[in-house]
């Protein structure tokens, strides 16, 4: 990666001289602000050397209710007019929405318009730096000629949390190069119905998945926050449950037990908050009908004091103004929504408004003041730890790393790792280098298609939208004579000649709202039309899916010899060809459960519905023919593994993950312990009996069937001590 330099907070003394002359380079020398006392030494708060409790203690001490409530707020950079407001105003954080962004847009003009803001923030007579927060949620995204990922369904196809950790690292070197100290991600989502438009924002639909990518969250951040210049504040998003909304509704409502909404969707907050994630955005969805931004007990007594997130709460795009039901914001919605547990406000537009409301409430006793104390410190700490008031302007040494060829060979491993190889009949991939190929589809040659969502804008779009290389392009660059190669984006002008078809489909980019698909989940017109052109002609067929989700293509599975998942590779569409040409062998495994038909959503691992193909499926190259079936019918084998998910004082919450160890399917299981003189008090995905002191849980109806390999999990909350049981499974 780029070279670090790391001014360590370890030592203060070096550190507080050379930040001095690095401030006094950037034209910031460490002069106090205007108005303030000329002191010989930092005020308490500036001193680096100081804990950052105290420095906090003693920042707080001196500022104002005005200073305070500017802390609270986060506005759009774009809504900042006059720009000077945001000195006016205290404003302590500025973000670029989806469609946020500089022109000409190239890194350096990015780096150029943080650094003018925060010389602006710097203004105040405190002097306190402003934090800016973007999406950079499969790169650094908004920026042209950023290095772009593959989005989270394709890194949880990886199943490599230490790749995934690397990818956040570098993410975070392109963000800090543009001076941006935040980026609203990892979204640690459960997608658990495909027609969610969000779903390729989640690495997948089983809660260890996003739970074991968290590691994203160090990449980011580093093991402590600040570390060096390339530290970026993450976030754990979207809390809680907007995976889980009914219909797979974006921003609709989890209707699910408390049992289940922690067994599913809690995991991954609590992994993300065990790695010091800095901060939390809740999401715009509803638990059982309640908006998660006016939820205290989820925000507050659940995620601050229960998990013991000392971070800061950020609220999503004006999701403040969806609390009562009408447009617009109220006093009452952001009292309902600071005092559920709400820290910063993502206003994100008419912040003069929002703070003579926010006033207004505080004014009338309706926010407490240590409310608002409690928000600051919260946000204050975050700032003093990521060495923002040391180093409040861009360190332009990690500006080269955008787009870098280091952070891109890096993009291509991760885009190589995240093919998943769904069908091979006969072998044929890997594709031969001089293999006469014929090219299809509307995302072969389309750099916009396989980025997705969140690309130079909110929504993405087909086309040449940034730097990169093409699906098509990789083929060309791996292919021993490239005049071998035609291409014809609808499959006009093939014939019998060709050894075989590549055809690249699937979906045009989207986010949010704008991908659910409540209807039909199949391809396009387009696509099936390329594909009966390139059937009619005999060749055999290979499909490359580029998608943000299982598609619904059983019907045409027939027609196809193979078929590559490869989801939203990002910029480096050479990764795809390296697997289809077998420099790479694939060794994805699906991140979520492959429908058979678009009726079965949601359908997940364990549910008892019969898929095309089950989540944790992949093949590679050298496996020959599925082996004959056995005529002895296999052993039926399985294993139960136990983990506590959360302990408090007198009872506990528990995991028990079965595993299908044997070579033939499973109808039923059940799993047996010790309770070890504990005693359950609530159980969901089994049924319980216990019988001198020992539990025997059988499968639900919906999570008995079990393909080799495949796993399920039950869970259960007791009185007393967890110990450390071993249960014995019993597969029938
Ligand atoms: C959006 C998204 C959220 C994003 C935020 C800022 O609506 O829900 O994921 O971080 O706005 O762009």
């Known amino acids: 990666m780029s070279p670090s330099r790391t001014l360590s907070a370890r030592r203060p003394a070096i550190v507080a001289t050379l930040c001095a002359a690095a401030l006094a380079l950037t034209g910031l020398a460490a002069v106090p602000p205007a108005g303030a006392p000329t002191a010989a030494v930092a005020r308490p708060y500036q001193d680096p050397s100081l804990p ?4 906090v203690d003693d920042l707080l001490s001196r500022m104002t209710t005005d200073d305070k409530l500017g802390q609270m707020t986060q506005v759009e950079k774009d809504a900042l007019v006059p720009q000077s407001d945001l000195a006016a105003h205290r404003i302590g954080s500025v973000l670029s929405g989806g469609d946020s962004t500089v022109s000409p847009n190239n890194p350096r003009t990015w780096a150029d318009t943080y650094d003018s803001l925060q010389r602006t923030a710097l203004t105040t007579p405190l002097g306190i730096p402003m934090i800016y927060g973007i999406d950079a949620v499969h790169g650094h995204n908004a920026v042209r000629g950023a290095t772009l990922f593959p989005h989270n369904i394709g890194l949880g196809a990886t199943r490599d949390p230490a790749l995934v950790q690397r990818v956040g690292r570098a993410v975070a070197e392109e963000v800090a190069g543009t001076g941006i100290d935040w980026s609203f991600a990892p979204c640690l989502c459960v997608a658990r119905n495909d027609r969610w438009g969000r779903t390729y924002e989640s690495f997948g639909e089983k809660p260890e998945l996003p739970t074991s990518m968290a590691t994203f969250v160090t990449g980011m951040q580093g093991t402590a926050l600040g570390g060096d210049g390339a530290s970026v504040l993450a976030t754990a998003k979207h809390y809680l449950g907007d995976g889980g909304t009914t219909g797979g509704v974006d921003q609709g409502n989890t209707e699910l037990s408390e049992a289940e909404l922690r067994a599913v969707h809690l995991p991954p907050f609590q992994e993300a908050v065990r790695r010091g994630v800095g901060s939390v955005m809740l999401s715009y969805s509803s638990w059982n009908g309640v908006r998660s931004h006016a939820h205290k007990y989820l925000v507050t007594d659940v995620l601050k004091s229960e998990l013991g997130f000392g971070g800061f709460v950020v609220s999503d795009w004006a999701a403040v103004d969806q609390l009562d039901g009408q447009s617009g914001f109220t ?3 952001i009292t309902t929504a600071v005092n559920a547990g709400v820290d910063m406000v993502m206003v994100p537009h008419d912040y ?4 003579t409301l926010l006033r207004g409430e505080v004014n009338a006793g309706r926010i407490s003041q240590a409310r608002v104390d409690d928000a600051n410190r919260r946000i204050l700490t975050k700032k003093f730890q990521l060495g923002l008031f040391e180093r409040p302007l861009t360190d332009r040494s990690y500006t080269s790393s ?20 769904l069908k091979n009949d006969g072998g044929v991939l890997p594709l031969a280098k001089n293999a006469k190929l014929f090219v299809a589809g509307k995302s072969a040659d389309d750099i ?11 929504q993405g779009r087909s086309g040449p939208v940034t730097e990169g290389t093409t699906v098509l392009q990789g083929i060309r660059a791996a292919a021993g004579d490239p005049s071998r190669i035609r291409y014809d984006r609808y499959g006009n002008g093939i014939d019998g000649s060709y050894t075989a078809a590549v055809a690249v489909v699937g979906e045009t980019p989207y986010a949010e709202m704008h991908g659910d698909r409540p209807g039909s989940m199949g391809l396009d017109p387009e696509d099936l039309q390329t594909l009966a052109r390139l059937k009619a002609s005999g060749v055999p067929v290979v499909v490359v899916l580029v998608s943000g989700r299982p598609l619904d293509i059983a019907a045409q599975l027939p027609d196809w010899k193979a078929l590559l998942a490869a989801w939203l590779p990002g910029t480096e569409g050479a990764g795809v060809s390296d697997v289809l040409f077998g420099d790479h062998a694939p060794t994805g495994k699906l991140p979520m459960t ?10 997940n691992d364990g549910d008892g519905k019969s898929p095309l193909f089950p989540y944790g499926h992949g093949l590679t190259y050298g496996t020959g023919p599925d ?5 002895e019918p296999a052993p039926k084998a399985c294993t139960a593994q136990f983990k506590v998910a959360s302990s408090w004082s007198g009872g506990y919450q528990a995991e028990i993950t079965v595993k299908n160890t044997g070579t033939g399917p499973l109808t039923g299981w059940s799993a047996a312990w010790d309770l070890g003189g504990s005693t359950v008090t609530s ?8 019988a001198q002191g020992r539990a025997t849980v059988r499968n639900a109806a919906h999570n008995g069937a079990l393909s080799p390999g495949a796993t399920t999990s039950f869970g259960f909350t007791a009185n007393g001590g967890a110990g450390t049981p071993a249960p014995q499974c019993t597969g029938s």
């Open 52 to 55: 950052v409790p105290e420095r």
């Open 331 to 333: 006093g009452a919605e």
């Open 352 to 355: 003069r408004k929002f703070l």
């Open 402 to 421: 955008v787009g870098s060829a280091e952070h891109r060979a890096l993009a291509r491993q991760a885009v190589r790792a995240s093919q998943v190889l």
């Open 448 to 458: 916009g298609n396989q980025s997705g969502g969140w690309t130079l804008g909110w």
């Open 594 to 603: 492959w429908m058979r038909s678009a009726s079965q959503q949601p359908i």
């Open 627 to 631: 082996p004959d079936p056995d005529p």
């Open 683 to 690: 159980l969901w995905n089994g049924s319980l009996t216990v």
